[in-house]
């Protein structure tokens, strides 16, 4: 099992930047994914998540408006699309995969948000 995030980088404010969180060794479509972050002396946060079968989508309200997730079955992939990024998003960003009991996590990818 393994999820590989990648995109993340260096980015001025107000910039945009789009993360993939590639999924292998189990069936991507069944789990719910999520997306999550940890800046530097903070707690892990909950993001965005995208269910499945329903696509239905939920947001940290601190994202609201600015972030979007999104998945593609037929790659084993999912998004975040982030836009109008501020100096608060800069953190490590990592991809989760769950159904019921069980959770995957990828290594994260790092965001920061600096001129």
């Known amino acids: 099992v393994q999820l590989v995030e990648s995109g993340g980088g260096l980015v001025q404010p107000g910039g945009s930047l789009r993360l993939s969180c590639s999924a292998s060794g189990f069936t991507f479509s069944d789990y719910h994914i999520n997306w999550w972050r940890q800046s530097s002396g903070k707690e892990r946060e909950f993001v965005a998540t995208?269910?499945?079968?329903?696509?239905?989508?939920h947001y940290h309200d601190s994202v609201k408006g600015r972030f979007t997730i999104s998945r593609d079955n037929a790659r084993n992939t999912a998004y975040l699309q982030m836009k109008r990024l501020n100096s608060e998003d800069s953190a490590v960003y990592y991809c989760n995969a769950r159904l019921l009991q069980t959770s995957y996590w990828g290594q994260g990818t790092e965001v920061t948000v600096s001129s």
């Open positions: 995208i269910s499945t079968p329903s696509g239905a989508t």
